[in-house]
């Protein structure tokens, strides 16, 4: 079974940094896509950083500049360092990849659990 195990996140003032990782677990052959979304109360879920195999990793226009994806393929694990934070950073960050458990079929998105990150003004 696979399983997606988010660690980090938190209370952060206006300013500060904070990092968030995700650690993919189970059977699967490679995980081409691994990122961040977030969901603000009363907002729709929206990408924030977002690294696939062999490509420049992308960021939303809100974070570019700010916020850093990094990918530890051997670990199966992404980080994403939030620096510079604003209060409209508040949200919850939720994990998300595109496993392809076989060569022989097509890729599969998963989702964690979700993390609370919040930027006090």
């Known amino acids: 079974q696979v399983q997606l195990v988010e660690s980090g996140g938190g209370l952060v003032q206006t300013g500060g940094s904070l990092n968030v990782s995700c650690a993919v677990s189970?059977?699967?052959?490679?995980?081409?896509?691994m990122g961040w979304y977030r969901q603000a109360p009363g907002e729709e879920r929206e990408v924030v950083a977002l690294?696939?195999?062999?490509?420049?990793?992308r960021y939303s226009e809100s974070v570019k500049g700010r916020f850093t994806i990094s990918r530890d393929n051997p670990r199966n694990t992404v980080h994403l360092q939030m620096n510079s934070l604003r209060p409209e950073d508040t949200a919850v960050y939720y994990c998300v990849v595109e496993m392809l458990k076989s060569p022989l079929v097509p890729s599969s998105r998963h989702w964690g659990q979700g993390t609370q990150v919040t930027v006090s003004s």
């Open positions: 189970g059977r699967f052959f490679r995980l081409n896509v």
């Open positions: 690294a696939a195999i062999g490509v420049a990793p």
